[in-house]
Nanobody
Framework: QVQLVESGGGLVQAGGSLRLSCAAS????????MGWFRQAPGKEREFVAA????????SYADSVQGRFTISRDSAKIMVYLQMNNLKPEDTAVYYC????????????????WGQGTQVTVSS
């Protein structure tokens, strides 16, 4: 079993920044990729970004490319999502996920999910 706990969400004005954190614990050797998803009210959950634990290869959704940066801290077993130039349409619950590959995670087929953290961007 793998536990993922997100933190760092909150309320921010458009143009502002937030950094989300995801702490992983448990059988962390069972996965090699971590990612972030988001779900806005009335919308389907969508892929945001993913990172390979080994090598640090990353992947981003077009909607956040150039504004968001995913990173990891191997020693702390943490993944971060730095979000800059936030827009009202970024408002959503953000979820951390873990799985075997970037393609698997990006397709929403992650093996483990966190409980989510709310991000609200005001105009």
């Amino acid at each position: 079993q793998v536990q993922l706990v997100e933190s760092g969400g909150g309320l921010v004005q458009a143009g502002g920044s937030l950094r989300l954190s995801c702490a992983a614990s448990g059988r962390t050797f069972t996965w090699s990729t971590m990612g972030w998803f988001r779900q806005a009210p009335g919308k389907e959950r969508e892929f945001v970004a993913a990172i390979r634990w080994s090598g640090g290869t990353t992947s981003y959704a077009d909607s956040v490319q150039g504004r968001f940066t995913i990173s990891r801290d191997s020693a702390k077993i943490m993944v971060y999502l730095q979000m800059n130039n936030l827009k009202p349409e970024d408002t959503a619950v953000y979820y951390c996920a873990a799985g075997p590959t970037i393609s698997t995670v990006a397709a929403g087929k992650a093996a483990y999910w966190g409980q989510g953290t709310q991000v609200t961007v005001s105009s």
